[in-house]
């Protein structure tokens, strides 16, 4: 079986074959590198007449980081999948609660899900921070809740939920929110390796430009 | 903002949504189960043409299971994604060795992946277990080459890595390797929570049984 092995390799074939993806687009090369990320996350080249990308919400995503921003994410898949050695070089940490006995205990009694608890019981910790939902429609309309109804002010939202339930709502809401600078994907497309593959993206453009 | 809130009714309306998406399908009811969650898992019907479930395949990850079987993953998010708690339930536990150091030493000495050098660490290991690969193709090509040159005898592969590069082949050598039972999805979508998906949806179906 003869197969290409060299990480590296593998990554620029990658970004080759999915450039003429995204050629059409008329992209900035910050952009375009998140797109080829997400493009590259799903394996799938449909993801790109979907993408959201608000006016500077990749330059607030890295303005944050490079402050050591914090990361919330709803579900320990993105945080597992956010490349955390090169988020530590940054001086930030990425947080996630769903797995937190106190927080089932508060989902269970108000009859609403854990990644939705989750992100309630972060609260103004998420100031200043960057948000990454990549599973739980209800953890993104919990946050859209809080910046407009409790005043939290995260520097960004990446909001890229999954499914047929809520999910592609959540996202239109997230892009009509009109206070915080977003990344997303609209429709029911999206998972935790698509919201992780966003912020990796934005720290190798940090890596890249320093 | 009104939108479903409980985790039940949420999965529920999810599974109702997929129905008609793979109806014209046929499948028998476990086959429409494990559809039904990498179609929820990824937020994508289109996956449905794509899926190759070998004949027995959900019956040897059951059987498998039961045994207590662990699974061997090629990236901590597939690992993440696989339900601990229910799979310790049986008896089994999770494996994942992608960030160990001497995992990474050799990759770097070999010039290959890390999630290749660790599935070949692995070795006899993975003998009657589950093998979940979510990420890399190379990860996927190893355990082929594990199972038709070194005799390595997993129990099914459940080899659903994404991308550009290698994962079609991959995933096309895999259904035809002739020995081991495999769940797949052609092409180049996949990812993580697709391949954990499926061995989750095996493990309700076990629930649902007893």
Redesign the interface.
């Given at each position: 079986?003869d197969?290409?092995?060299?990480?590296m390799d593998?990554e620029n074939?990658?970004m080759e074959?999915?450039a003429p993806y995204i050629k059409d687009y008329h992209l900035d090369e910050k952009s375009a590198k998140v797109y080829s990320r997400l493009i590259?996350?799903?394996?799938?080249p449909?993801y790109a007449p979907y993408i959201r990308i608000s006016d500077g919400a990749i330059e607030a995503v890295e303005d944050a980081l490079k402050k050591g921003a914090d990361i919330y994410t709803d579900v320990?898949?993105v945080r597992?999948?956010i490349n955390k050695k090169k988020l530590a070089s940054f001086g930030g940490e990425a947080h996630c609660l769903i797995a937190d006995p106190d927080i089932a205990t508060v989902a269970k009694k108000d009859?609403?899900?854990?990644s939705?608890a989750a992100m309630r019981s972060f609260g103004h910790d998420m100031d200043g921070a960057i948000v990454a939902i990549g599973?739980a429609?209800?953890a993104l309309?919990e946050v859209?809740?809080l910046i407009k109804e409790e005043g939290i002010r995260p520097a960004a939202v990446i909001g890229i939920p999954?499914?047929?339930?809520?999910?592609a709502?959540?996202k239109q809401?997230l892009t009509e929110n009109g206070i915080i600078p977003f990344i997303t994907v609209l429709?029911?497309?999206?998972?935790?390796?698509i919201a992780a593959s966003a912020v990796n993206a934005i720290m190798y453009i940090i890596d890249n430009s320093r």
């Open positions: 079986m197969f290409i092995k060299k990480p593998i074939r990658s074959i999915i590259h996350a799903s394996g799938d449909g320990e898949m597992t999948g009859g609403i899900t854990r939705m599973n429609p209800t309309f859209i809740r999954v499914g047929f339930v809520g999910a709502d959540s809401a429709g029911t497309k999206g998972g935790s390796p």
